[in-house]
């Protein structure tokens, strides 16, 4: 046996291998093709027969617009809007406009349960609220506000509908608050800014300053001004026990401070 006879490695044939391959590449194409296209079609027969001829020549007629696809998503989007149809929203390529969309339904519908259809969990979540902020307003029921899943979105609706928490209803609303509130009321009936900082809430607490302290500030302003300019400051009226807001207590043609620096009685007949 000589080398010759050695067995050679077989050589492997390229060319039936490469036809091969682009064969199957071009089959799973079409199939995936031929299964879209079905599907569309099958989207396209679950809507009602209006429905089919007004998405026709709406998409017909994008096709001459600057940008056919956006034109093609705001176009559908209006169609299920107006008809109401989720189904309508299928049709649309991408998931995002398909959320879009869904939300756009729920809320021309005001029906939550469209909004379980978006894909992404945040926006089915703002979609469920949004919609029953909207029930609250269309029907003037706060009670909407209690379905909402977020806790924020949930206690401003209730604020909008009911007013703010205050310490007579906290009880109902938000027990956790009704100690705070308790400090916020007394400090500022007391002008007490000492009492804000026992409050927890970190809002509560900088608004309660805020506000103790602007009103005594305002007081001590007010103390000191003559704000009916008959010559008396206004600490001083509540010193003579006459009106701060009345230039002539006693009604006798004198102004009260007229009176007082000539040693008259400014709240009747006399002297001082
Ligand atoms: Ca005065
Ligand atoms: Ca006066
Ligand atoms: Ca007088």
Redesign the pocket.
């Known amino acids: 046996m000589d080398f010759q006879d050695q067995p050679t490695a077989k050589s492997i044939p390229w060319k039936p291998v490469a036809i091969a391959a682009v064969g199957v590449v071009v089959v799973v194409v079409l199939i995936f093709v031929i299964v879209r296209w079905i599907k569309k079609d099958a989207q396209m027969e679950a809507l009602s027969e209006i429905l089919q001829e007004d998405v026709v020549s709406s998409l017909d007629s994008c096709d001459s617009a600057e940008n056919p696809e956006s034109c093609k998503q705001a176009k559908v989007t209006d169609l299920a809007t107006k008809h109401q149809s989720v189904q309508t929203c299928e049709l649309l390529e991408t998931a995002e406009a398909r959320d879009n969309c869904y939300w756009s339904v729920a809320q021309a519908s005001s029906d939550v349960s469209y909004c379980d259809t978006i894909s992404v969990e945040e926006d089915a979540s703002k979609c469920f609220d949004g919609v029953n902020l909207q029930l609250a307003f269309d029907s003037n029921d706060g009670g909407y506000c209690s379905n909402m899943k977020d806790a924020g979105r949930k206690a401003n609706c209730e604020e909008l509908f009911a007013g703010p928490i205050t310490i007579e209803n906290c009880n109902e609303r938000a027990p956790e608050l009704c100690g705070d509130l308790a400090y916020y009321t007394q400090a500022r009936r007391n002008l007490d800014v000492s009492l804000c900082q026992e409050i927890v809430d970190e809002d509560l607490r900088e608004a309660c300053q805020e506000i103790v302290s602007d009103r005594l500030l305002a007081q001590e302003a007010q103390a000191g001004a003559d704000l009916?300019d008959?010559g008396?400051t206004t600490q001083e009226?509540s010193q003579y026990g006459?009106?701060?807001?009345?230039?002539?207590?006693d009604e006798d043609g004198y102004?009260?401070?007229a009176e007082v620096s000539a040693g008259y009685n400014?709240l009747g007949a006399g002297r001082l």
């Open positions: 009916d008959d008396l009226e006459t009106d701060p807001l009345n230039p002539d207590t102004l009260d401070g400014p």
